[in-house]
T-cell receptor
């Protein structure tokens, strides 16, 4: 069965420090991987995706994510955190072999950036 | 370009009443998804459509929930009769029907059933 795990319910980082939000996945085939961010009272916003090619993917707002096939991980990173990065972050996966277009979602990680 | 548009943004009603949530997907997108988000259960897929046809409704909680997509630019999610446990934020998302394309979300309808 396909699944996504975000092992941390909450991540606390001081402003200016690097941040990492972890995601691991399980699919039977090769994955498409996505990160989304949700600000209060807003819908989920697409940040970045891994489709193929370079394992380091760059996205919106200075975020990047590294695909690691051997560890089945897709961690979200940013070199220097901003207070405005505080939000809820979701990882999602889709098996390339699937004929439908559903995403399998992680439970979300609350990121808190302290000034 | 306009994103996914949902209405109303907030709905408060008494249990037993019919509730209709509306969604206008991004023009050109041919997949549409309805989600429900709660603190307890997180983000749940209720139903999704491809080219206006329901493909998977296994996430619809029970017969009180129904969804329609009469054309490519409009979808509704209806709850009848509503119950307090239906209180949640309901999101609509749309995408191109390609596996590598992301879903784009509306800002949701916050539903409170008293």
């Amino acid at each position: 069965a396909q699944s996504v795990a975000q092992p941390e319910d909450q991540v606390n980082v001081a402003e200016g420090n690097p941040l990492t939000v972890k995601c691991t996945y399980s699919v039977s085939g090769n994955p498409y991987l996505f990160w989304y961010v949700q600000y209060p009272n807003r819908g989920l916003q697409f940040l970045l995706k891994y489709i193929t090619g370079d394992n380091l993917v760059k996205g919106s707002y200075g975020f990047e994510a590294e695909f690691n096939k051997s560890q089945t991980s897709f961690h979200l990173k940013k070199p220097s955190a901003l207070v405005s990065d505080s939000a809820l972050y979701f990882c999602a996966v889709r098996d390339r072999a699937d004929s439908n277009y559903q995403l399998i979602w992680g439970a979300g990680t609350k990121l808190i950036i302290k000034p | 370009d306009a994103g996914v548009i949902q209405s109303p943004r907030h709905e408060v009603t008494e249990m037993g009443q019919e509730v209709t949530l509306r969604c206008k997907p991004i023009s050109g997108h041919n997949s549409l998804f309805w989600y429900r988000q709660t603190m307890m259960r997180g983000l749940e897929l209720l139903i999704y459509f491809n080219n206006n046809v329901p493909i998977d409704d296994s996430g619809m909680p029970e017969d009180r929930f129904s969804a329609k997509m009469p054309n490519a630019s409009f979808s509704t999610l209806k709850i009848q009769p509503s119950e307090p446990r239906d209180s949640a934020v309901y999101f609509c998302a749309s995408s191109l029907a390609l596996a590598k394309q992301p879903q784009h979300f509306g800002d949701g309808t916050r539903l409170s059933i008293l």
